[in-house]
């Protein structure tokens, strides 16, 4: 009897505790394995409306899914529980992260923020809008502007299109989005050292320093415009697209307007433009 009572007072006590551990299960919290964004890429407005994002943790079950948001250019937008607010034009990351006890995981969205959209006439980007790029030209895009810039006048002088006036400079553009290139062709010819193309490959104005003379049809949607652009004169005016060797074209800024192949010695007037 003694026994079992000793047995009792021991060994139950062993015995219960084995049974209350066997009927408890652990549980073992779900780790964070990844984080995704509803959106690869987002385009706002300055001064638009704001845009959302939504982060979804992996997996669904995870036992912590707090996250952060930070935005890599807070000038151009900021970020604050996935509601993004556009600042100023240019493009920033935003980056969700998942924090899991010193584990973080991190997805990237891009964030395009366009200027506030302008019109033909506008004072812009160091100058005056003289044209924006309409469907079928090069370089259109639905979603950003892009167009041309006039400086605001006219330079001071008239010009020749260049001081090499009968020698080929190659292949020159007529087409809108071919200026730039032309102009850095003619000033980059050897011996250039003055003329139309090269005063505007020259020039720093209103902050800018990517003049360059227009194109055949980049001018003439300067004389389309001349109006809202302003500062103009009943003059002819040259093009940086070669016709001959010894020609170019230029563009009268009359009631007419024609356009027509001059001698490269001739002086005309000079309008630099900007692309935007």
């Known amino acids: 009897m003694l026994k079992k009572k000793l047995f009792l007072l021991f060994c139950l006590p062993v015995i219960l505790g084995l049974f209350m551990l066997n009927g408890c299960d652990t549980v073992t919290p779900v780790a964070v394995t990844g984080v995704t964004l509803d959106q690869p890429t987002m385009t706002l407005t300055v001064g638009g409306a704001t845009g959302t994002l939504v982060a979804t943790v992996a997996p669904a079950d995870a036992a912590n899914q707090s996250v952060t948001w930070s935005s890599s250019a807070p000038a151009v937008a900021t970020v604050a529980n996935g509601v993004v607010t556009p600042v100023t034009a240019g493009t920033t990351t935003i980056i969700v992260a998942t924090v899991d006890g010193g584990l973080t995981a991190t997805c990237t969205c891009t964030v395009i923020v366009n200027p506030v959209p302008v019109a033909v006439g506008d004072s812009y980007g160091g100058g005056k809008v003289a044209y924006i790029l309409q469907s079928g030209d090069d370089g259109y895009d639905a979603n950003v502007q892009h167009g041309l810039i006039a400086a605001t006048a006219d330079a001071s002088l008239k010009w020749k299109w260049s001081n090499i006036t009968d020698t080929s400079v190659g292949i020159t553009g007529t087409a809108i989005g071919t200026g730039q290139a032309n102009t850095t062709t003619i000033v980059g010819q050897g011996g250039c050292t003055s003329g139309a193309a090269k005063l505007c490959d020259d020039l720093t104005e209103g902050g800018y320093s ?45 009631v007419v307007g024609p356009q027509y192949s001059s001698n490269k010695y001739v002086s005309l007037r000079v309008r630099a433009v900007r692309a935007f």
């Open 210 to 254: 990517d003049w360059f003379l227009p194109s055949k049809y980049e001018l003439n949607k300067l004389y389309l415009n001349q109006v809202v652009i302003g500062g103009f004169v009943d003059y002819s005016y040259w093009s940086s697209s070669e016709d001959t060797a010894i020609h170019a074209w230029a563009q009268g800024f009359d």
